[in-house]
């Protein structure tokens, strides 16, 4: 687990339960596994072999 910064409020494990069966009970969303977490860390910022266009701004 990285370094909490000062003052991070770590929910209880009653709230955590709560927040979990919120996620569950919500077809929209779905909790993201450590699989889901590694595949979008693939997904990043531009390395630099695409150049970036500048964007025009009409005067």
């Known amino acids: 687990m990285p370094k909490l910064k000062q003052g991070t409020i770590v929910p209880t494990q ?3 339960e709560a927040i979990n069966h919120g996620i569950a009970a919500d077809q929209d ?3 993201l596994g450590a699989a889901d977490f590694k595949q979008m860390k693939k997904i990043g910022p531009p ?3 695409v150049p ?3 964007p ?3 005067h």
């Open 14 to 16: 009653e709230e955590d």
């Open 52 to 54: 970036q266009e500048k």
């Open 47 to 49: 390395t630099g072999d």
């Open 29 to 31: 969303t779905c909790e």
């Open 56 to 58: 025009h701004i009409p």
